[in-house]
């Protein structure tokens, strides 16, 4: 389960910032939150963060919910911390494939 939120999280995030030739997603803004424009891949980035948020073991929970606190307090603007988004899908990324070599999630 964990393997299929990774992988898919992969994709999601390489694809936001990569353009594949035979693949044309639109990426105009749904709505604005604050300044920032929210995307379709912005969204689906979020929901797989709090999917793997809700399955994860008791300390990487919290430290996923506190990093979510974070990550929407620097969209609408309260808190600014440059390229935070970017940081915290690496971090994921990283955090799930390591506990899905130790087996724990």
């Known amino acids: 389960m964990a393997g299929i939120i990774l992988l898919l999280l992969i994709i999601l995030w390489i694809l936001g910032y990569l353009s594949v030739p035979g693949?044309?997603?639109?990426?105009?803004?749904?709505?604005?939150?604050?300044?920032?424009?929210?995307?379709?891949w912005d969204i689906l980035v979020f929901i797989l963060i709090l999917w793997i948020a809700g399955i994860a073991p008791s300390p990487f929970r919290e430290i996923f919910w506190a990093a979510v606190v974070l990550w929407l307090l620097t969209v609408v603007g309260i808190l600014v911390i440059t390229?935070?988004?970017?940081?915290?899908?690496?971090?994921?990324?990283?955090?799930?494939?390591?506990?899905l070599l130790h087996g724990s999630l």
């Open 83 to 99: 390229g935070f988004q970017t940081l915290l899908v690496l971090a994921v990324i990283i955090g799930v494939a390591m506990s």
């Open 23 to 40: 693949l044309t997603v639109p990426r105009f803004p749904l709505f604005y939150l604050g300044v920032h424009p929210v995307t379709l």
